[in-house]
DNA sequence: CGTTTAAACTACACTATGTAGTGTGAGGTG
DNA sequence: CACCTCACACTACATAGTGTAGTTTAAACG
């Protein structure tokens, strides 16, 4: 799977999927291998939605490599690919990459204002990583 | 004009725009104000264009509020609202606060990896404010 | 006037996403 | 065995953004 997109407006997984994609990704994410309809349930929870549309949106999900489906007798499973963990992992370190890259000092710059209201430990370990690489 | 969208696996302005309307817009910021035919003719230097292809997005990037047109009496003005700096300026900003506020933490860590390839220059700038937020 | 040409209007294609109707087939039950 | 239910597949349509381009309108100039 390779996320193509970053949305400024959104947030959350928001930010990579589209809306529904969202809200079942986080479903699955957030319980154990589940059917069809066992989202659906979940979904009606907070809306009702139609089976079909659930389904198509999982199988996408599917074609894109972000969920994997074990067909059964009779109901098929889904479970993520990755955890939340390494999904969020793995994209807040491309885009860092991607910030880097593209925007250089800006970006340093844009964060270390956004320093200023920044956790301690966050620039305790700056510190630490800085005095590490001042040694080479 | 408020972009949308940070592409993940393009490079530069077309991370923000499509690919016409980044290379217009390049042109655009990199001479004067000019018609859609002197626009087409620095685009036909690379691949011809159809006339209205370009007006139409340039129009496009007007009502976006990215371009500016200034109607004469036989053909139009177009010019960036803004320069490059002040767009790469906003946008790096934007999405440097919108990273923070999604990964803190694992923001931090992923530019702390990068620096290790970074500017000297940048190095110390981090290291200065440091010890401008300690003192706070 | 008529010719040229810029601009406006309109339209279609393609992609991503959300939505949902119809068809199909496997299994259980009378 | 016939039938019905239900999960899935297949197909389709809507909307939005972008690239493309044809047709029409209108203005300037010879």
Redesign the interface.
């Known amino acids: 799977m390779?996320?193509?997109?970053?949305?400024?407006?959104e947030?959350?997984l928001n930010?990579f999927f589209g809306s529904l994609e969202a809200k079942i990704l986080d479903i699955l994410w957030n319980g154990p291998e589940m059917s069809i309809k066992d989202v659906k349930q979940k979904l009606d929870q907070e809306k009702s939605t139609n089976f079909n549309t659930v389904m198509t949106v999982m199988n996408r999900l599917v074609d894109k490599g972000v969920l994997v489906k074990r067909t059964e007798k009779r109901s098929s499973m889904f479970k993520p690919l990755f955890s939340k963990e390494e999904f969020?992992?793995t994209q807040?370190?491309?885009?860092?990459?991607?910030?880097?890259?593209?925007?250089?000092?800006?970006?340093?710059?844009?964060?270390?204002?956004?320093?200023?209201e920044?956790?301690p430990?966050?620039?305790e370990?700056?510190?630490q990583?800085?005095k590490q690489?001042?040694e080479k």
Do not use: Y
């Open positions: 390779k996320i193509q997109q970053f949305k400024i407006n947030t959350g930010r969020l992992q807040s370190k491309e885009l860092t990459k991607d910030l880097m890259d593209e925007f250089g000092p800006l970006a340093v710059n844009h964060m270390l204002d956004a320093l200023d920044a956790d430990v966050l620039i370990k700056l510190e990583k800085i690489l001042k």
